[in-house]
Structures are given as structure tokens and as C-alpha cells.
């Protein structure tokens, strides 16, 4: 895996080194005991080496990725990381593959859509009993760490968060004669008529000079539709989340509403934007105008999709308050747990602990690969001193931040979720309204749940 190179990397403050000193204190391995020990003490001082899984996206750059695994092993002598970078589409299955023979990773990347089916299956120890040492209060935790909770315990400790914001091209807003969205927004009036009729006045064209107002709301997952279903006061799941409820009427609307984006010429359909560099490379070439990203992930890993001078003229605000009046986001938020039968408890932990610290997290924070995830570090200077002025501010992202809701991960999520996307597509393809279409996959995601329950109870929790 190689450092991607980004193309407005003079726009960013890059980290520059930093002491480890005053980490040794705060990072030396957990004294919580773990199997095998008698709770009296530090992580044995042995050859350790703890093997580190990790789900190929959240490693982001090699660089980086390399700079905080030799820290740790520089604060923690005699242990040594092994990071073996598994494909995204891989992750799961070779995390719930690897249970049966007990050949897992010491630690495990937890994305929120595999935190509970690697919980309930046995892949994960709960963290509760040793959170009072991890160095972060409960007062400071964002809403970022609601997504590693389940059934009430934690499950993960998250080191990067990208929290939803809209990503526009405000050149492309004022050509179409608009009002921009920031200003907007700054004045309380950014709201979804506003949206609607930005996406009316920006969309139209032709064939290959066709432009796009946004891509699909909620785009392919049920992890970022739930926006628009939050938006018009309904829900993905019932109260106790044992049956499914995206197929009420509120919700229905709100399907119509994400789905309608095609016919009303606002957004591409999955075919037209099935390009190398997707969405982005339509941005790139001023096709499309919004999208929301959470930034980083055009700013830290795909902005070679767009040239310097189209980056120029891109803008952040935060989404604008849908039909209810509310403007609630998700998050991704990535994060890593400890296997539930590792033998290197101590050394694992203290991996959870630096991660969180000041220090790695400041790291983190000026590459771009994260927002701030304890609250003190929004005002840190490696937070505000990573902002590009042209593109954004505090206050957007602090709107962002507060305005986060945990959407609930079950078990076996992405089996759901494809049945889902499929039950969208015949949407949009026209073979089914959306009741009909929502109805018939809800009855195949309600077998899921149930059968869940099963294993749930089964596995105690």
C-alpha cells in the first residue's frame, strides 16, 4: 500500500515531528490485568509481538499509518506491531472466518458496520472494565463514540471520525444565479427548499456535457439514507431494533424524495457515475456539484481526482435542515478493538491508549484523516490550524459535530444493507413504487433480525 498523493498538500499544515517524551507516562501499558496476569503491573517487558488487523481503508496513508506504529513501539520497548492491511471487501469474512481456527489478530479494526456481528460472534472483549485507564473522560468523549457501543458495553475505541458535511462548487452556484449555500447557512436559511431550488437552477445540460446538482441522497447505503428517513421524523429500525421500520409511510416519503433525485435530473444515475474516481472525478470535471463526503475523504485520499484549479472553488457547509427542521448527520467512525482470546491484553490496550492520545491524535488531525473525537481538541491548534480558510471553518464543522446521531449498526449490517440497495435501485429503475419495493425487502430484512435475536441470546448479550 503507497502514500497517496494529494493534490492540494500545500493548502495543508503537514505534522511535523514530535516528542514522544511526554507520552511514556501517559501510553505505558495498561496496569488493567488481563488473562494470565495477576493485576499487579505493567505489561511484561518479554519480545512481545502483537498483530494488528486492519481494514485497508482505515489505514489510510503508509506514511502515516507507518509514523504511528513505531511510536508506539518506540513508547513501548520490546513489543513489536504487526499491521497486515486487509481489502475492505475481505475484512469481515476473514475476521469471522479466522474465529473458528483462533487465528485473529491481537487487534482488530472495528468499522461501525462490523462492531456488532463481531461482538456477538466472539471476536471482540468488552472494554468497559478498562476504560477508566484509557486517559479520556466520559465529559470529553464526541458523539463519534456512540458508534462502538452495543447492548449497552463498548466494544471499540475510535481514532478517526468523519462526521457528514456538504462538499459544493460555489463557482458553479453562482453561474446558476443562487444564492451560496454558507451564506446561507450562516443566515439560518439553509434549508431543504433552499437545497431544492439550488439543485433545480444548477442541473441541466446534455449527454456528456450534462451537469449534475448532486449526487444521489443517501447515495448506496442504508448508513447514510437513514439521513433523509431521520429528516422526515421516521426510523430505520423499530424502538427495540427487532424489526425493521423503513417502509412506514414517513419513510416512504423520504425513499421517494432520495430516489426522485434521478428523475428530477438532479443526480446521475449508479451508471453515469460509474467512473474511475466515481462522484468525485464528476466534480473534478465540474458535472456535479455537491456531494456529501464528510471532507476528508476527498482532502486526504481521492483530491487527485481533482485539479487545483476546480479545488479552488469548493466550499464546505454543513446539511441543510430537512423536512422536520433538523439537519441530523451520521458518522464513520474508525476505530479498533482487542480479540477477545489474545494473549497480549497489556500490550493491546496501550495500542487503544496511544491511539487516543494528544499526540497521535494531533498527528492524525493535521493529515487530514480526522475531526476531533475529545472535545478539548477542537480547539487545539492542530485542529484549527488544518482548516483552509477558503474552504471552511470551525463554526461548519462544529455545526457538523453537534448535530451527530448514532445510526444503530445490527448484526449481519451489510447483508441488510445489500438487500436494501437493491430494493433502491428497482426504485429508481422504475420496477416498483416505493412501498412495494420497501415492503418486500423488509419482510427478507425482518428474517435477518429474527434470526439474529437468536444468536444474540444465544451469545448472552
Known sequence: MTQ????????????????????????????????????????????????????????????????????????????TVSSLIIPHGDYEPKVLTGLAGGTVGDLLDVHPMHNATMAMRGALMPLDELMPTLGVSDDEMTKAWDYNVWRGKRWAIPRSDNPTIMLYNRSMVAEAGMDDPAELWAEGKWDIEAFDNTMDAVSGGEGEDRVYGCALPGGGT????????????????????????????????????????????????????????????????????????????????????????VMSEMQ???????????????????????????DHVDESWAMCQYLISDEAQFRIIRERWTSPMVKRHAESEAWLGSLEPNLETAEMWEDSF?????????????????????????????????????????????????EVEIEIQEAGL
Open 4 to 79: 497517496r498523493a494529494m493534490s492540494r498538500r500545500d493548502f495543508m499544515h503537514v505534522a511535523t515531528a514530535t516528542s514522544v517524551g511526554a507520552l511514556i507516562a501517559a501510553c505505558a501499558p495498561a496496569a488493567a490485568p488481563s488473562a494470565g496476569d495477576d493485576g499487579g503491573g505493567s505489561a511484561a517487558m518479554e519480545e512481545v509481538t502483537i498483530e494488528f488487523w486492519v481494514n485497508q481503508p482505515m489505514a489510510r496513508s503508509e506514511g502515516l499509518w507507518d509514523t504511528l506504529m513505531a511510536e508506539y513501539e518506540e513508547l513501548n520497548p520490546g513489543v
Open 222 to 309: 442504508i448508513r447514510m439514507q437513514c439521513v433523509w428517513i431521520w429528516g422526515n421524523d421516521a426510523t430505520v429500525w423499530n424502538a427495540d431494533e427487532t424489526a425493521s421500520a423503513f417502509n412506514s409511510p414517513a419513510a416512504l416519503e423520504a425513499w421517494e424524495y432520495m430516489t426522485g433525485a434521478v428523475a428530477r435530473g438532479w443526480a446521475p444515475t449508479p451508471a453515469e457515475s460509474n467512473i474511475p474516481g466515481g462522484w468525485v472525478a464528476m466534480m473534478g470535471q465540474r458535472r456535479l456539484c455537491m456531494q456529501w463526503p464528510g471532507a476528508q475523504f476527498v482532502l486526504g485520499g481521492q483530491a487527485q481526482f481533482i485539479p487545483e484549479d
Open 316 to 342: 464546505l457547509v454543513p446539511l441543510n435542515t430537512l423536512w422536520n427542521g433538523n439537519r441530523e448527520v451520521r458518522n464513520a467512525t474508525n476505530s479498533h478493538g482487542i480479540y477477545l482470546q489474545t
Open 402 to 450: 453537534n448535530n451527530i446521531r448514532a445510526f444503530s449498526h445490527l448484526p449481519r449490517q451489510q447483508e441488510m444493507d445489500n438487500l436494501i440497495q437493491a430494493a433502491k435501485d428497482r426504485i429508481i429503475l422504475g420496477d416498483a413504487t416505493a412501498q412495494e419495493a420497501m415492503d418486500d425487502v423488509a419482510a427478507d430484512v425482518d428474517a435477518i433480525i429474527a
